[in-house]
């Protein structure tokens, strides 16, 4: 027997009530089978149960308004999760970071019409976007910090485009920076951090990586210090470009988030800070006059495969 109009119209259905309490009884009704038929089919066909791609949808339905600016807790409230703590877990779950960081490093899209007959390859498929991993020495970044609101800017990429609005001239401010550090070695950061959930304001810090001890004594009463206290990162080089890179790192920080982080065994280690990395390819000194960046994102595996470790480890022993 062929299911696929059935599903593709129950797919449907879900999205068009997907702010609805949804469950399997209803939905098995909607498709004209018994519940225990229908999450069979829907499971051997979709690649999950029929709850958990409820859960799913509603949950990238939730990413979009999120990263539009509206707050966990009303997003948690219309998609039917009964707390702030309860959706907070079931989005870690699902994309491996938490949901304020949609203010400042995601630009979703909304949700698109899905297919039934690519869905399973949504659940199954492997990862585009390969990473770097491994552990960062701690340093030091001083520089200038402004605090902004969400949606004016909503990701890391919209910065320079967001401090031509007000004028700002951060040229001399980076000559400042290498003048007032010279030990250290070519590198410039910048980061999203301190996110209010509640109000949606970020600091935004354009700074200047320090590596070299000597220089902490020359950090400027004007000047903010981060301390990157390192540990396990997974580093992105995004595609080097001719022009302006700023969609480009956009579109880098939506791939990390959207796909490869969910699909990974890592989930992000929100106890850390998360930067872009800006050497001398960022200049075009390389790649023909292309420029490139480095995204680093700090991860720490997901509980279910640091379990599964320590039981190789101990099978080992």
């Not at 970071?97 to 199954?124: G, M």
């Not at 902490?216 to 022009?243: H, K, W």
């Amino acid at each position: 027997m062929q299911y696929g109009q059935t599903l593709q119209a129950v797919l449907a259905y879900i999205d068009a009530n997907i702010t609805e309490e949804l469950s399997m009884a209803l939905i098995a009704e909607k498709a004209g089978y018994s519940a225990y038929h229908f999450g069979r089919v829907f499971t051997e066909s979709i690649g999950v149960s029929p709850m958990s791609y409820v859960t799913w949808r509603k949950l990238q339905f939730a990413l979009h308004d999120l990263s539009r600016g509206r707050k966990v807790i009303d997003v948690a409230s219309e998609y039917g999760f009964e707390t702030h703590a309860g959706f907070t877990k079931a989005f870690v779950r699902q994309y491996g970071f938490p949901p304020s960081l949609c203010y400042t490093r995601i630009n979703a899209e909304p949700p698109a019409p899905v297919s039934a007959d690519i869905l399973k390859i949504q659940f199954t498929g492997g990862n585009t976007l390969q990473p770097h991993i491994m552990e960062v020495t701690p340093f030091a970044v001083a520089g200038y910090s402004n605090r902004h609101q969400a949606p004016h800017m909503r990701t890391t990429g919209d910065a320079p485009t967001f401090w031509n609005t007000l004028n700002l001239d951060y040229g001399p401010l980076l000559s400042k920076l290498y003048d007032t550090f010279p030990l250290s070695k070519h590198c410039e950061i910048s980061m999203c951090y301190d996110v209010d959930e509640a109000s949606g304001e970020f600091s935004y810090m354009l700074g200047r990586g320090i590596d070299n001890p000597a220089d902490l004594a020359n950090i400027q009463p004007d000047m903010t210090r981060v301390d990157i206290t390192g540990g396990l990162y997974a580093i992105f080089s995004t595609p080097p470009v001719a022009d302006s890179y700023i969609q480009t790192v956009q579109d880098a920080w939506n791939e990390i988030f959207l796909r490869w982080l969910p699909q990974s065994e890592f989930e992000y280690d929100a106890a850390r800070h998360d930067f872009e990395y800006h050497d001398k390819r960022d200049h075009g000194e390389y790649f023909g006059g292309k420029l490139q960046i480095d995204i680093y994102v700090p991860i720490k595996q997901r509980q279910a495969e640091a379990q599964k470790a320590r039981l190789r480890e101990g099978r080992k022993g």
